[in-house]
């Protein structure tokens, strides 16, 4: 891996005036947004509040996307709904097919049943209606 030195932050050469304005105050703005004690700030001042609301509702967003997709690569990648076409099966014979113990499948049954994937039903696991 490279190691950064100071020169990689200095500011590019050329471009007009008035972009290398706007650069430096996006990277000051940045700077900001980053300090956590502005964060606090921000987040208690009434004109700020609001939008601060959103933009954490917006990284919560694309967290939890990443967390679905990767609950959805699981089960494609162990094959889960290719043992559950045919129909419901047990929690300990599901584990015994995907290669994990119990208490993994169950984490990773509980999370695709949270996205509709999957359920849990006194017959064991079956499909669910996005499954």
């Not at 008035?18 to 996006?26: D, E, P």
Request: proline share 3%; charged share 30%; with cysteine.
């Amino acid at each position: 891996m490279a190691e950064i030195s100071q020169r990689d932050f200095e500011p590019l050469s050329g471009g007009s005036p008035l972009r290398r304005l706007i650069a430096r105050f996006a990277d000051w703005r940045n700077q900001k947004v980053m300090d956590p004690q502005f964060q606090a700030w921000a987040m208690r001042f009434w004109l700020t509040r609001p939008l601060v609301r959103k933009r954490q509702k917006e990284l919560f967003d694309l967290t939890a996307g990443f967390v679905y997709s990767q609950v959805l690569f699981s089960c494609v990648s162990l094959g889960v709904f290719e043992h559950l076409k045919r129909g419901a099966i047990s929690l300990r014979a599901l584990s015994a097919r995907i290669g994990l113990d119990e208490d993994q499948t169950t984490r990773l049954i509980d999370a695709a049943a949270a996205l509709k994937l999957l359920r849990r039903d006194e017959d064991g696991v079956r499909l669910a209606d996005l499954g």
